[in-house]
Every structure is written in structure tokens, then in C-alpha cells.
């Protein structure tokens, strides 16, 4: 009587363990961020049809912009390390949270003026079919990164719609 159960059960546990597979990988794989694939250079080279002088210059651009947002992130990281010693503050903690949001605030601001500014700058490296692409590049990693929401595809469609 044993032994009759213990095919099934052995191929219901291994359907299992093939969903979850499958599963996980299907919904990781949807949610993982974008916009780093446009900080590879041979993407934008091959996507842009770029020459060499102007890879160069991105390259250099990617450089700088890559210095900046690594600043920006030690600074929202050594203010969020400050955030959960206000909030164990029971007199004054509110307050003081509120002034440590403020300045990580700050931070993510800069970062993403930062990242507008070196869109700008790349752009301004391009001919017009160039810019055409770039735009369209741009376009699907601010409308598909999301990791959180998973919602890309109403995002995207939100954004064509107000066209």
C-alpha cells in the first residue's frame, strides 16, 4: 500500500518544485530593473550606430555620471544609517526622522537631476536619427523599471496614450 502512494506523491512533489521554478523565474526575470543596460556602451554603440569618437565621449560621460551617482548613494546610505537611530528617539525622534527623509530626499534628487543632465549631454552628442533611438531607449527603461509594481505594460501604455 505504500509503494502506491509514493509515485504519486513523488511526482506531485517534483510538478511542485517545477512550478515554483518556473514561477520564480518567470516573475524575477519581468521584474528586474532596465535602465543599466543603457549604461553599456556596446549596447548604445550597436543600438545608436554610434562612431568612435562619439563612444568615446559617452564612455567619458558614463564616467562622470557613474562618480556622481556613486556620491549621491553615499550620501542617501549614510543618512538612511542615521534614520533608525532617530526613530528608536522616543522624545524627539518624528522630528528628527522627518529632517533625515528630507536630506535622503536630497540625495535621490540629485541623483536623478544628475542622470536628466547626462541624458542632455548624451543627446546633445547625437544626429537626429540618433536622438530618434535614444529617446525610444530612454523612454522604455523610465516606463519599464519598476521592480516593484511589475505594472510596465500599463505604464508604457499610459505614456503612449497621452501622446
Not at 502506491?4 to 521554478?21: D, F
Not at 519581468?30 to 543599466?36: A, G, L, M, N
Not at 552628442?125 to 523599471?145: A, H, M, W, Y
Amino acid at each position: 500500500m505504500k509503494r502506491r502512494w509514493l509515485i504519486p506523491v513523488l511526482i506531485a512533489i517534483v510538478i511542485g518544485a517545477m512550478s515554483y521554478g518556473l514561477t520564480r523565474w518567470a516573475v524575477c526575470t519581468r521584474c528586474q530593473p532596465s535602465p543599466d543596460r543603457l549604461d553599456d556602451i556596446s549596447l548604445l554603440s550597436r543600438e545608436l550606430r554610434l562612431n568612435e569618437a562619439q563612444a568615446r565621449e559617452i564612455a567619458k560621460l558614463h564616467g562622470s555620471l557613474n562618480a556622481k551617482l556613486a556620491d549621491c548613494c553615499q550620501r542617501h546610505c549614510a543618512v538612511r544609517a542615521r534614520l533608525g537611530q532617530a526613530l528608536c528617539n522616543e522624545t524627539n525622534g518624528t522630528v528628527q526622522a522627518r529632517i533625515i527623509v528630507e536630506e535622503m530626499c536630497r540625495a535621490y534628487e540629485a541623483s536623478e537631476l544628475a542622470t536628466l543632465d547626462h541624458i542632455q549631454r548624451v543627446r546633445a552628442l547625437l544626429n537626429p536619427e540618433q536622438k530618434k533611438r535614444f529617446d525610444e531607449l530612454i523612454t522604455e527603461c523610465v516606463c519599464g523599471s519598476c521592480a516593484m509594481c511589475g505594472g510596465r505594460f500599463e505604464a508604457a501604455q499610459k505614456v503612449r496614450s497621452a501622446d
